[in-house]
């Protein structure tokens, strides 16, 4: 087991940002889930252990640095099928490369269709799952960030 955390999140429909300007995807995105994590980052610091992916319905599952441009295309099943392929070789990838103590999932209905067989590399990890509404996955976004937190010290 390692000392890294990975968090899984989607994108959001509400961007920040000038309209065309490249920038980071977790500073692009400024849905509830983004601005959980931004608070917990300025009153916390960005823990070194956590990793965090994004799955955008337009860009596939990326790196939370990676810098991307605003758009305006909806998580449907037919998208969420499409991307299957790549994103169970992407998070294959990276669990094999990283050890991590632990993995949230905290994905909607549409974007757990793109996960697909990814739960045959996610089963072999220790992974939470959000559940519920978005306000209870709220909630669990926040408690699981701060677990963080108390592990590192």
């Known amino acids: 087991m390692g000392d890294k955390y990975l968090l899984i999140i989607p994108c959001s429909k ?17 849905g509830p889930f983004y601005r959980i994590i931004r608070k917990a980052f300025r009153e916390h610091g960005k823990p070194d252990s956590l990793d965090i992916m994004i799955l955008s319905a337009k860009y596939g599952l990326i790196g939370a640095d ?3 441009t ?6 449907t099943p037919e998208v969420a099928k499409h991307m299957l ?5 992407l998070l294959a990838n990276k669990l094999t490369i990283n ?3 632990e993995v949230m999932v905290n994905l909607g209905k549409q974007y757990m269709i793109a996960l697909g067989e990814s739960h045959d590399v996610l089963d072999k990890q220790k992974v939470r799952y959000g559940s519920g509404g978005i306000g209870e996955r ?16």
């Open 14 to 30: 509400r961007k920040a940002g000038p309209p065309g300007a490249k920038i980071p995807a977790i500073d692009l995105y400024d």
């Open 66 to 68: 990676k810098e991307i």
């Open 70 to 75: 605003t758009y305006d295309q909806r998580m």
């Open 85 to 89: 392929g790549d994103i169970y070789r």
């Open 99 to 101: 050890k991590y103590r």
């Open 138 to 153: 709220n909630k669990q976004l926040k408690e699981w960030l701060l677990s963080i937190y108390k592990d590192s010290f």
